[in-house]
């Protein structure tokens, strides 16, 4: 097997965790070990910067059959090692008929982040606090103001807006007092990272929710119109339920489930704070949950948002920077329970459009189970092609799976994050549905709750820290 062919072998094995980098490359029976290793850990070295270039070049789009391992090692080889010392094949062509965009991006990269040696370039992306670049983002309640009266606001204060940026680059340029609406999402204002607003009068009045961009999309892509029926099956601490109310224009109704009574407590704490009135909190196993019961049978939009190993999360990685990857055990098991809740909500028989979205990196929690219940669902459902612009997409595991995305501070300047919007492919009629038998649920893991505490949003009166909401999930 040629050099480059081996090396993506061994870092997709490091990467789904078959083993230690050094043990995968002995085991790959490759002849020159210290070449093969050699390779591997300078690639590895450089992974996020890599990412990044590969996505803002569009290769991976562009070369359907480059799959993501061997398109980072064949990078790596042309704009950070000696350019295809080791020969190339046929690949050696197809990079030659991307190299200047590649090239250009990576003179883009080190222009924007201030730096004129790849190594330097290294230390900056590669350090843990490459989190720390990331803007902090604050989205506009849009139940309690407008985005041009929060913009006011932050004028009178001293702020000085920038208007709408236009790029990744103009919101990584934010410095001090400056201040930008995202160029993406219309209600979401952008501050360099280091601004804390946990004390500002409009965050605490619920004006503002102080929320990654990332975890913004969820709602924004499920998109369902006011008056609409949206199961948001594991909610707390509402983030993204608050999104969805505000999406609603609180017309409409959504039922939030969770299993925990103390997030909840905290959800309905947040859901009065943002003027959320359309929500009813139920402290409930999601996979217990009847889709057959009649309540739900105008839910046509559902969002998934399951626990997950969270390894996407900026706090998790810049407090631990030394964290261990999750084992192979816990992650079957978050699989496992991920993938029941997403068979179990695909069983819902008025759904159209469902959003799953994890802020984990590990495509065992991500593509894999994406994969898995669309298979099953047997031709059913299918991927949405969304957001055609954004950068990071996922990772070419099966065919479609490039109409997930990914997002990460490399890539697109927020935490780590997984969605897959996922739709019916028929519209099923009103007579068809009348006609279909009781979808058979998911049995549920863990033992149905005896208690079932129904809670109206604004019930909750315990006093949360501002800091435990948000930036939640
Ligand atoms: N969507 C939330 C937000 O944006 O604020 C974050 C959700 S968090 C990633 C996952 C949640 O799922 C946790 O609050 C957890 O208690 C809940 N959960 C786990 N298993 C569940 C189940 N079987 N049914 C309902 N909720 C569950």
Known sequence: MAVYAAAATVLAGVENRQGSLKGLVYASKFQNVKQLYALVCETQRYSAVLDAVIASAGLLR?????????????????????????????????????QARLKAELAR????????????????????????????????????TSPDDAVDYFK?????????????????????????????LPELLVFP???????????????????????????????????????????????????????????GKIFAFDLDAKRLASMATLLARAGVSCCELAEEDFLAVSPSDTRYRRVQYILLD?????????????????????????????????????????????????????C?????????????????????????PVL???????????????????????????SGFFIAVIERTEVPSSASLAEQPAPEPVSSPVPKRKRRRKAAAGEGTQQVAGGELQDAH
């Not at 807006?161 to 609406?181: H, I």
């Not at 993938?339 to 799953?356: D, G, T």
């Not at 990071?392 to 490399?410: D, K």
Request: positive net charge; proline residues 8%.
């Open 62 to 98: 562009a070369e359907k059959k480059l799959r993501p391992h061997l398109a980072k090692v064949l990078v790596y080889e042309l704009l950070l090692g000696k350019g295809f010392r080791w020969g190339g094949g046929r690949w050696k062509p197809l990079l030659g008929r991307h």
């Open 109 to 144: 990269l080190k222009v924007h982040r201030g730096v004129s040696r790849n190594e330097d370039l290294l230390e900056v992306g590669s350090r843990p606090g490459s989190a720390s670049q990331v803007p902090r983002f604050v989205r506009v309640n849009t139940l309690k």
């Open 156 to 184: 009178r204060q001293g702020f000085s807006y920038q208007g709408r940026a236009s790029s990744l680059e103009d919101l990584r340029a934010l410095k001090g007092k400056y201040f930008a609406l995202d160029p993406l």
């Open 193 to 251: 990272a280091q601004t804390d607003l946990h004390e500002h009068p409009l965050y605490r009045a619920g004006h503002l929710i102080l929320q990654d961009k990332a975890s913004c999309l969820p709602a924004m892509l499920l998109a369902p119109p006011p008056g609409s029926h949206v199961i948001d099956a594991c909610a707390a601490p509402g983030n993204k339920t608050s999104h969805l109310a505000a999406v609603l224009k609180n017309q």
């Open 306 to 358: 399951p626990s997950c190993s969270g390894s996407g999360m900026l706090g998790r990685r810049l407090e631990e920077p030394g964290a261990e990857p999750p084992s192979k055990e816990r992650l079957c098991a978050l699989a496992a329970f991920q993938l029941r809740a997403l068979r179990h909500a695909l069983a819902f028989p008025a759904l159209q459009r469902l959003v799953y979205s994890t």
């Open 360 to 384: 984990s990196l590990c495509p065992e929690e991500n593509e894999d189970v994406v994969q898995e219940a669309l298979q099953q669902s047997s031709g059913a459902f299918r991927l949405a």
């Open 388 to 414: 055609p612009s954004w950068p990071h997409r996922g990772r070419g595991t099966f065919p479609g799976a490039e109409h997930c995305l990914r997002a990460s501070p490399e890539t697109t300047l927020t």
